[in-house]
């Protein structure tokens, strides 16, 4: 049974950090690329970074610099740092794996983890 439960989110004054954590279980996590997706108030649901099974990472411009992504593979869990948050950076966070479709990534596997930032 595949399962992804997402966990670390909170409420932070701007300028503040969060880290969020996302535990996997019920697929290859080794060999799978991971992402963190997050929607805020548009509904839109946006990619916010990415990595591969050989650490390479990828990141949304609105974030690179201030967010990091990295994974565990004896845990088999995904993370997030993020740093400098602003307002902007407020939404629900979801961890997702490359065979998701696309459609069914924001609140279809996990419930999320909400990040609230305050001026």
């Known amino acids: 049974q595949v399962q992804l439960v997402e966990s670390g989110g909170g409420s932070v004054q701007a300028g503040g950090s969060l880290r969020l954590s996302c535990t996997c279980s019920g697929f290859n996590f080794d060999n799978t690329v991971m992402s963190w997706y997050r929607r805020g108030p548009s509904n839109e649901c946006e990619l916010v970074a990415s990595?591969?099974?050989?650490?390479?990472?990828d990141y949304a411009t609105s974030v690179k610099g201030r967010f990091t992504i990295s994974q565990d593979n004896a845990k088999t869990t995904l993370y997030l740092q993020m740093n400098s948050l602003n307002s902007e950076d407020s939404a629900v966070y979801y961890c997702?794996?490359?065979?998701?479709?696309?459609?069914?990534?924001?609140?279809?596997w996990g419930r999320g983890t909400r990040v609230t930032v305050s001026l």
């Open positions: 997702a794996a490359d065979w998701m479709i696309p459609g069914n990534i924001c609140g279809y």
């Open positions: 990595i591969s099974d050989d650490d390479s990472t």
